[in-house]
Nanobody, 125 residues
Framework: QVQLAESGGGLVQAGGSLRLSCAGSGLTFSRYRYNMAWFRRVPGREREFVAAVSWSGGGRNFADSVDGRFTISRDNAKNTVYLQMNSLKPEDTAVYYC????????????????WGQGTQVTVSS
């Protein structure tokens, strides 16, 4: 089994920054080379891809809406992936979810097998 736990969400003013963290645990998580991703969801809308990083860290993928503002990184020694969010906008307000999968740095929800509980990010104007 794999457990993912997000942290770092909160309230920030437009133009500010936040860094989200996602810690992975469980026997299976240590055994496989999971690609990691962040998604977000606004009430009433589908879950939206934000960013993904390969196990090695060499491959990254971003949604057009965050490219140039957000960066994704990981520390495999700590089983942790990070999402650095800069120049935040009110439209970035959402619950952010961490996900793990073995099918590349895909943008599709179906490519990921394990999900965290989410952390709320609110950007005020």
């Amino acid at each position: 089994q794999v457990q993912l736990a997000e942290s770092g969400g909160g309230l920030v003013q437009a133009g500010g920054s936040l860094r989200l963290s996602c810690a992975g645990s469980g026997l299976t998580f240590s055994r496989y080379r999971y690609n990691m991703a962040w998604f977000r969801r606004v009430p009433g809308r589908e879950r939206e891809f934000v960013a993904a990083v390969s196990w090695s860290g060499g491959g990254r993928n971003f949604a057009d809406s965050v490219d140039g503002r957000f960066t994704i990184s990981r520390d495999n020694a700590k089983n942790t992936v990070y999402l650095q969010m800069n120049s935040l906008k009110p439209e970035d307000t959402a619950v952010y979810y961490c996900a793990a999968g073995l099918r590349g740095t895909a943008k599709e929800v179906s490519a990921y097998d394990y999900w965290g509980q989410g952390t709320q990010v609110t950007v005020s104007s």
